[in-house]
């Protein structure tokens, strides 16, 4: 235990340090860098997973009511398009109808980009004034800021159920090698 506390303490130290730090001085919004930030940094790790995962294991489920790996990977990408009606910002006309039935993973890995570049590019057209608008999501009042640290939270719920699904299927999460 004496060991592994001074690890600990070591990769604390490394993350806060490596961790992109806000400014304002690019003409946006501290919010928006750092939602900006927080976006690449889930993205990264939601993309590096999903290729690392074997495509064969794709269609893995820890039970028979619960999605498939392939299925909660087109479920972020799905979200990813949804949250953004709350903000104005419609699913591209050519979005697949049904997105969970994908199964090739060269596809799900396609659109989890495109859902990506989706919710980023709405990050970068909403003005400052913009993030303060009030909005109705879910029946309750909230704020276009509030929208995006929605998404952010529903991303990073579904990299920790992908980490799960990953490890019980015996793949490491590459950035934890």
């Not at 979200?79 to 697949?96: E, I, R, V």
Request: net charge positive; hydrophobic share 45%; proline share 5%.
């Amino acid at each position: 235990m004496k060991r592994l506390l001074p690890l600990v303490l070591i990769a604390i130290c490394t993350s806060v340090l490596a961790a992109p730090q806000a400014s304002s001085g690019n003409g946006k919004s501290a919010f928006r860098n750092e939602f900006l930030a927080n976006l690449d940094d889930v993205q990264e790790k939601i993309m590096e997973l999903a290729t690392a995962v074997p495509a064969d294991k794709y269609a893995w489920r820890p039970g028979s009511d619960v999605r498939s790996i392939g299925e909660v990977y087109m479920h972020i990408a799905g979200g990813n398009y949804f949250l953004a009606t709350f903000l104005g910002k419609q699913a591209p006309a050519d979005m697949p109808k049904d997105l969970e039935k994908i199964t090739d993973k060269g596809q799900i890995l396609a659109e989890l980009r495109r859902s990506f570049d989706h919710i980023r590019a709405a990050a970068m057209n909403a003005s400052d004034s913009d993030l303060e608008k009030a909005v109705q999501m879910f029946g309750a009042k909230t704020s276009q800021r509030g929208v995006f640290v929605t998404m952010l939270n529903h991303l990073h719920e579904h990299l920790g159920q992908s980490i799960a699904y990953a490890r019980m299927n015996g793949v490491v999460p590459p950035w934890s090698r």
